[in-house]
């Protein structure tokens, strides 16, 4: 089904983000921000661990899309 398949993609998704947030650990750049380089703040990164912006350049890259 459509809900199955959207699901699958999220879940997958999902998986590769966690993926690069361990290389980022394993590369001691786990919390900066890949955009701006500054730190993500860490409630950001309680709530979403794989989080590889910040609040701000996260907004600012879906504004302009």
């Known amino acids: 089904s459509a809900a199955s398949d959207v699901?699958?993609?999220?879940?997958?998704?999902?998986l590769m983000a966690i993926q690069k947030a361990f290389a980022r650990i394993e590369d001691g750049t786990y919390g900066t921000c890949l955009e701006c380089l500054e730190p993500i703040a860490l409630p950001r990164l309680h709530?979403?661990?794989?989080?590889?912006?910040?609040?701000?350049?996260?907004?600012?890259?879906?504004?302009s899309s």
């Open 7 to 14: 699901y699958k993609r999220q879940t997958k998704n999902r």
């Open 47 to 63: 709530a979403y661990p794989e989080a590889s912006l910040c609040l701000a350049c996260k907004a600012a890259g879906e504004a």
